[in-house]
Nanobody, 121 residues
Framework: QVQLVESGGGLVQPGGSLRLSCVASRMITSVFNPNQWGWFRQAPGKERELVASITTPTNRNYADSVQGRFTISRDNARKRVFLQMSDLKPEDTAVYYC????????????WGQGTQVTVSS
């Protein structure tokens, strides 16, 4: 069974940066590599939303709210997906999750525990 483990969250002041990491343990690379991967977030009282996705380094997409501030990347050999977040804002506060994506950009696997990002002064 696929296990997604996110890490790297924390408390940061507005304007600060964080780098999130996600590892797809118990997944062989031949399954990891063809997948499109994404980062989602869920703020209190709100639905979970997709904020970034990556197929290849030249095929990345971002939600308007994070465009220009967040960068998604992947390391196929280590089965990891990263989210570099810069110029963080209080509205970025949420629990962040990674997952592989279906063709309709829905989550493909069970969710991991997520990693909390709190942006506050």
């Amino acid at each position: 069974q696929v296990q997604l483990v996110e890490s790297g969250g924390g408390l940061v002041q507005p304007g600060g940066s964080l780098r999130l990491s996600c590892v797809a343990s118990r997944m062989i690379t031949s399954v990891f590599n063809p997948n499109q991967w994404g980062w989602f977030r869920q703020a209190p009282g709100k639905e979970r939303e997709l904020v970034a996705s990556i197929t290849t380094p030249t095929n990345r997409n971002y939600a308007d709210s994070v465009q220009g501030r967040f960068t998604i990347s992947r390391d196929n050999a280590r089965k990891r997906v990263f989210l570099q977040m810069s110029d963080l804002k209080p509205e970025d506060t949420a629990v962040y999750y990674c997952n592989a994506l279906t063709t309709t950009s829905q989550a493909k696997y069970s969710w991991g525990q997520g990693t909390q990002v709190t942006v506050s002064s």
